[in-house]
């Protein structure tokens, strides 16, 4: 599930001020102006094998 996805089903039966911290988090977390301008995609792959 994604983010958006997530603070859709975490606010659905929210009041209007959870609501809005469900939407500021969101936003500090996947804003262009914030975190989610550095922090898009992370991969995480197994160890690389040597020799």
Request: charged residues 25%.
């Amino acid at each position: 599930m994604g983010l958006l996805e997530r603070a859709g089903s975490l606010g659905a039966d929210a009041d209007d001020g959870a609501r809005q911290a469900i939407s500021d988090a969101v936003e500090r977390l996947a804003g262009s102006d914030a975190m989610g301008e550095l922090f898009k995609v992370m991969k995480v792959l197994p160890a690389a094998k040597t020799g």
